[in-house]
């Protein structure tokens, strides 16, 4: 789980790649990937951890840093510091202010889903459609999961796509009868 952000980073340089390649099909296979190792994650969580991972990439593993490196190292000998310097700020590194700014994972995942449903395949438009019906499932926004699902028809065909397709049909009704029971919406 450590490297998941390694690897939907390289299968989003890896996207941008085919996209300039011209290579469409494999371009929506690497949408496709980036969504499944999106989807089942909460925003809060996938945005620490694209957090973490950022951190990590700019300054190296956090067990191997120094203890003054971060914001709450304070110093154990307060006669060493002087009363008029402020301690605040004296080690916060300023490459901190220049971490990118990460777009919120719900767009993200809309824009790749976006790009599936335009150039991907019956069965990579399922997947996507699945896992963005399940992602608003668990963020709780039900009319969301619930108008996707019947706008795109999945229950009526259900018999027709493989097992695979059809357990993550299954965690995603799940998923969504479970937040409409849960809140009782009617």
């Known amino acids: 789980m450590q490297d998941e952000e390694k690897i939907s980073a390289l299968a989003q340089s890896m996207e941008t790649y085919f996209g300039a390649a011209g290579i469409t099909s494999a371009q929506v296979d690497m949408a496709l990937i980036q969504i499944e190792h999106r989807y089942y994650m909460h925003d809060a969580v996938a945005t620490l951890k694209q957090q973490q991972a950022r951190e990590t990439e700019m300054f190296g593993c956090k067990e191997e840093r120094h ?49 599936v449903y335009v150039y ?19 963020h709780d926004r039900y009319r969301d999961a619930r108008d996707l699902m019947l706008m ?35």
């Open 67 to 115: 203890p003054a490196c971060f914001a709450d190292a304070g110093f154990s000998n307060a006669a060493a510091v002087p009363a008029s310097s402020d301690t605040s700020s004296a080690f916060v590194n300023p490459a901190y202010s220049a971490l990118p700014i990460i777009p919120p994972v719900v767009t993200e995942l809309a824009s790749l889903c976006k790009f």
């Open 152 to 186: 795109s028809h999945l229950h009526e065909n259900v018999a027709a796509i493989d097992v695979l397709d059809q357990v993550l049909f299954n965690r995603t009704q799940a998923q969504v009868r479970f937040v409409y029971l849960f809140y009782a919406i009617i």
């Open 120 to 138: 991907g395949d019956t069965r990579a438009k399922t997947r996507a459609v699945l896992c963005q019906i399940y992602h608003h499932a668990i």
